[in-house]
C-alpha cells in the first residue's frame, strides 16, 4: 500500500469512530461551555452534550474556544449518545478578549448577541475608565450596542468628599484623570462621582443604568432593556454580575463569591459563559470576570472609529490620516483642551493605539 493510501485509510477510520453512518443530524444554539464539551440546547428543547469535530479556529487570531456560547450550529448524535458539533453559522458578532494586552491568545466570550451589557461598579472593586473604554470600543467594532450598568449604588457613600479612593479611576498605567476630574473642581462625594461618570457617558451616547443587586433598586429598569433580546453581562470580577442574574432569574442560585478583603478584587467565581432563558423572554449570557480587555486588532487609523465622540470631532482635522496624538491642526486635540473630549476617554484611546503600534504610542514611563 502506498504512503497516501495509508493516509487516506486513517482518516476514513477516524472519521468513522467520531460520526457513524446511522448519526441523526439536528441543531441549535450553544449555550454552556464546561471547559471539556459544549452543551447544545436544540431545536426540539433538549440539551445535548457535545464534542468538536473539524477546525473551526478563527482566521489570524488564536483562540482558546473555537466555540462559543451564543453560536448556531449544526450537531451528528450517534447511537450510543455522543454528539459533535460539525458546523457553526457565520456570526453575526462575537465579544472577544485577549488573555492579556500584548498576548495574542483570545477567547470569545460569546456570539451572536444583540446587546451587552457592562457591569461597573464605582467601589469594591472599582472599574477602571480604561476598562470601560477599551470594552466599548470592542463592541463597537462589532456593531453591539451596550449599555453600562452601575452596580452596588447602595454602598454609596453621599455624605463625606471623597476622591483618592473613590473608583473610576485609570489603570495603572493612566495618569492622574479620572472622569469626574474634569468635570469637577476639588473633593467630590460618591454620588458626585456617579452624576459624572454618568453624564460623561450619556454625553457620548451609551445608556447608564444606576442598580443595586443587594436591594432590588433599579431592577425593573433592567429588566425592560434585557426583554426579548439576546444579553451579555460583561465586567470585572466581582462587580456581580451573577449577582444580578440570579435577582432577574429567581431559584437559579448561581454561584457568587465575595470579594477579596486584601485586594478588593473579586474572586474570578464564574469560570465559564453560560446562557440562561429570562422569564420575560429572551436571554442572558453570565460571563467571567475580566481583568481587562485586551482589544482585537485594530489598524491605527481606525481607533477613533470607535470612540463616537472623537470620531465625530476628527471630521474637522486638518488631515485625512491623522492619529490624533501630533499633527497640527487636530480636531480633537483641540476638543481635548478645551475639555469638549474627556482627558479619560482620551487616554484610553492613547491606550488601543498603544497596542496597534507598541513603539511609537505607549507612554513614556
Ligand atoms: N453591596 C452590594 N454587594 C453586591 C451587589 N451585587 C453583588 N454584590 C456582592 O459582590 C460580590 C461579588 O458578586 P458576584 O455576583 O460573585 O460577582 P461576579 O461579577 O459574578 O464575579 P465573577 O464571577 O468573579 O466575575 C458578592 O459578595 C455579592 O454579594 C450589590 O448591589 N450591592
Ligand atoms: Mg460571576
Ligand atoms: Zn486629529
New binding site residues.
Given amino acids: 500500500m502506498s504512503d497516501s493510501n495509508k493516509k487516506n485509510k486513517k482518516a476514513v477510520k477516524s472519521e468513522y469512530q467520531v460520526i457513524s453512518s446511522d448519526a441523526l443530524a439536528t441543531t441549535g444554539m450553544v449555550i454552556r461551555n464546561t471547559g471539556s464539551c459544549f452543551v447544545v440546547l436544540t431545536e426540539e428543547g433538549k440539551e445535548i452534550s457535545c464534542r468538536i469535530k473539524g477546525n473551526f479556529r478563527l482566521k489570524g487570531i488564536r483562540t482558546t474556544n473555537p466555540v462559543a456560547v451564543g453560536d448556531r450550529v449544526k450537531v451528528s448524535v450517534n447511537p450510543d449518545g455522543s454528539a459533535y458539533i460539525t458546523h457553526i453559522e457565520a456570526r453575526r458578532n462575537y465579544i472577544i478578549r485577549r488573555a492579556s494586552n500584548l498576548s495574542k491568545e483570545a477567547s470569545i466570550l460569546a456570539a451572536n448577541v444583540g446587546q451587552a451589557c457592562l457591569?461597573v461598579?464605582l467601589s469594591?472593586p472599582s472599574t477602571s475608565t480604561t476598562f470601560i473604554d477599551r470594552f466599548l470600543a470592542t463592541a463597537e467594532a462589532y456593531s453591539v450596542p451596550v449599555t453600562i450598568i452601575i452596580?452596588?449604588?447602595?454602598?454609596l457613600d453621599c455624605g463625606e468628599a471623597q476622591s483618592e479612593d473613590a473608583g473610576f479611576g485609570e489603570d495603572a498605567d493612566g495618569s492622574s484623570a479620572d472622569p469626574a476630574a474634569s468635570l469637577i473642581d476639588g473633593d467630590f462625594t460618591e454620588h458626585e462621582l456617579l452624576d459624572a461618570v454618568t453624564y460623561l457617558y450619556e454625553s457620548i451616547g451609551y445608556r447608564v443604568l444606576h442598580?443595586?443587586?443587594?436591594?432590588g433598586?433599579g431592577m425593573d429598569g433592567l429588566r425592560d432593556i434585557l426583554a426579548g433580546k439576546i444579553s451579555l453581562?460583561a465586567?470585572?470580577?466581582?462587580?456581580?454580575?451573577?449577582?444580578?442574574?440570579?435577582r432577574l432569574i429567581p431559584g437559579l442560585g448561581?454561584?457568587?463569591?465575595?470579594?477579596s478583603d486584601v485586594h478588593d478584587t473579586?474572586?474570578?467565581?464564574?469560570?465559564f459563559s453560560e446562557m440562561f432563558p429570562l422569564p420575560g423572554g429572551g436571554w442572558i449570557i453570565?460571563?467571567?470576570?475580566?481583568r481587562g480587555f485586551g482589544t482585537i486588532e485594530f489598524d491605527p487609523h481606525e481607533v477613533s472609529h470607535f470612540f463616537p465622540e472623537i470620531f465625530s470631532i476628527s471630521k474637522d482635522c486638518r488631515y485625512g490620516d491623522c492619529t490624533h496624538t501630533h499633527e497640527p491642526q487636530c480636531a480633537v486635540l483641540a476638543a481635548l483642551e478645551e475639555q469638549r473630549i474627556a482627558r479619560s476617554r482620551y487616554n484610553s484611546y492613547l491606550s488601543i493605539l498603544a497596542d496597534a503600534e507598541p513603539d511609537k504610542y505607549r507612554k513614556p514611563y
Fill in positions: 457591569v461598579t469594591h452596580n452596588k449604588v447602595d454602598l442598580v443595586s443587586a443587594k436591594s433598586d453581562i465586567g470585572n470580577s466581582g462587580v456581580g454580575k451573577s449577582t444580578l442574574i440570579n448561581l454561584k457568587t463569591a465575595n470579594i473579586g474572586m474570578h467565581t464564574t469560570t453570565d460571563t467571567p470576570g475580566v
